[in-house]
């Protein structure tokens, strides 16, 4: 099992450009999350789906962050337009089951992404 | 609120020399508590799951507890490719299906 892949691994781009961050969870996993990793806050769940349905998206942090998944094997995050503040790692997880059930999550090895 | 909260921040330890982290939790309901490790550049790595107090998990080195209250993750005789970032998490029932994640603790082990 490749495990859950992201691209890209890097990501610079100026002030106000769009960018996208995609996510290819593994094979027969129902639950998509994206999260934000950075030193002062750790891990934050910015979204979460479950069969390819938004479930929460409660911590996407305002209306410049927009999530999709159009399949069960493929999820895009969108930031548009871009800002320093949105500069940490975001990291694309999967899990078996729904999130609240126990099943652990399966992350990927993150997009960094640096906002100048 | 669920929350999630480690100590130390940071340990380090001489190659060999035993230790515990700790991870203290409130959740509504406790579904699971989930114990990851996350190496520098990578993504958090499942290491263990949880369900109910008293319960004991132990792969290699590595041993996690878990009362009402707080995990532990016991480490015996560690080795330097030991060192990393150990995250906890918890997934509570109360209406919300988020995995809290604490901050985690920064293990250095020295040779």
């Known amino acids: 099992d490749a495990g859950v892949i992201q691209s890209p691994r890097h990501e610079v781009t100026e002030m106000g450009q769009e960018v996208t961050l995609r996510c290819k969870p593994i094979?027969?996993?129902?639950?998509l999350f994206w999260y934000r990793q950075t030193m002062m806050r750790g891990l934050e769940l910015l979204i979460y789906?479950?069969?390819?349905?938004?479930?929460?998206d409660s911590g996407m942090p305002e209306d410049r962050f927009s999530a999709k998944m159009p399949n069960a094997s493929f999820s895009t995050l969108k930031i548009q337009p871009s800002e320093p503040r949105d500069s940490a790692v975001y990291f694309c997880?999967?899990?078996?089951?729904?999130?609240?059930?126990?099943?652990?999550?399966?992350f990927g090895n993150g997009t960094r992404l640096t906002v100048t | 609120e669920d929350q999630v909260t480690q100590s130390p921040e940071a340990l380090r330890l001489q190659e060999g020399e035993s230790s515990s982290l700790n991870c203290s939790y409130t959740v509504s309901g406790l579904r699971g508590l989930f114990w990851y490790r996350q190496d520098p550049g990578k993504g958090p790595e499942f290491l263990f799951t949880?369900?109910?107090a008293g319960e004991e998990k132990e792969k290699e080195r590595l041993k996690a507890t878990l009362t009402k209250k707080e995990s532990f993750l016991h480490i015996t005789a560690p080795k330097p490719e030991d060192s990393a970032t150990y995250l906890c998490?918890?997934?509570?029932?109360?209406?919300?299906?988020?995995?809290?994640f604490g901050k985690g603790t920064k293990l250095t082990v020295n040779p």
């Open positions: 997880a999967s899990s078996r089951d729904r999130a609240g059930f126990g099943s652990p999550l399966h």
């Open positions: 094979s027969g996993h129902n639950s």
């Open positions: 998490a918890a997934a509570g029932q109360g209406g919300s299906e988020k995995l809290v």
């Open positions: 789906f479950n069969n390819n349905v938004p479930i929460d």
């Open positions: 949880l369900y109910s």
